[in-house]
Antibody, heavy 122, light 113 residues
Framework: QVQLQQSGPGLVKPSQTLSLTCAIS??????????WNWIRQSPSRGLEWLGRTYYRSKWYNDYALSVRSRLTIIPDASKNQFSLQLSSVTPEDTAVYYC????????????WGQGTLVIVSS | DIVMTQSPDSLAVSLGERATINCKSSQSVLYTDNKNYLAWYQQKAGQPPKVLIYWASTRESGVPDRFSGSGSGTDFTLTISSLQAEDVAVYYCQQYIDTPRITFGPGTRVDVK
């Protein structure tokens, strides 16, 4: 059973970088069949896919167009975790952030982290 | 991006009665492998979403059989055949034919009447 444990600050100042980490147990970030995602949820935007990282003999990343210029997802095989870094945040980035895993080799999300409420405010 | 819509926004159903939620995609999620790339999730207050159904009608392991999914192409339905108190939640549909650019519906809130 895959478990995802999120960590990171819940308050970030405007223009700064939001950083969150997702620690994986029961699977490997370097798995050749899994993909590891960040999703966020807010009243204004609903559930929004942000990006993913995955390993298929080398590392790949995909990002949503809405955050592509500001988002970096970094895998760490030594710690079996992956991280989100979202730069130049504004209050519109206030949301609950989730890490999650694509299931069945396809695109539904079968394992989720507990969620982190991140508020962007000075 | 593929836009997902849901109806109704909310519904209240008596315990033991049927609840029906509709989901529509802006383009077909039926692929050439004859599978519909559509999932349903349940989200209870303060929790992350939990997948109930994928491939439009396949129940995730451990999901009660009162939950069922149907539909094809652009129109889909989630049915709770006999509502239980623990089913109070918000339900979302999600397309994954455009993986990784998955998109979700806005959600339907289900309460007990």
């Amino acid at each position: 059973q895959v478990q995802l444990q999120q960590s990171g600050p819940g308050l970030v100042k405007p223009s700064q970088t939001l950083s969150l980490t997702c620690a994986i147990s029961g699977d490997s970030v370097s798995s050749n069949t899994a993909a590891w995602n960040w999703i966020r949820q807010s009243p204004s935007r609903g559930l929004e896919w942000l990006g993913r990282t995955y390993y298929r003999s080398k590392w790949y990343n995909d990002y949503a167009l809405s955050v592509r210029s500001r988002l970096t997802i970094i895998p760490d095989a030594s710690k079996n975790q992956f991280s989100l870094q979202l730069s130049s945040v504004t209050p519109e980035d206030t949301a609950v952030y989730y890490c999650a895993k694509f299931g069945g080799g396809s695109g539904w999300l079968d394992s989720w982290g507990q969620g982190t409420l991140v508020i962007v405010s000075s | 991006d593929i836009v997902m819509t849901q109806s109704p926004d909310s519904l209240a159903v008596s315990l033991g009665e049927r609840a029906t939620i509709n989901c529509k995609s802006s383009q077909s999620v039926l692929y050439t492998d004859n599978k519909n790339y559509l999932a349903w999730y349940q989200q209870k207050a303060g929790q992350p979403p939990k997948v109930l159904i994928y491939w439009a009608s396949t129940r995730e392991s451990g999901v009660p059989d009162r939950f069922s999914g149907s539909g094809s192409g652009t129109d889909f339905t989630l049915t709770i055949s006999s509502l239980q108190a623990e089913d109070v939640a918000v339900y979302y549909c999600q397309q994954y034919i455009d993986t990784p650019r998955i998109t979700f519906g806005p959600g339907t809130r289900v309460d007990v009447k």
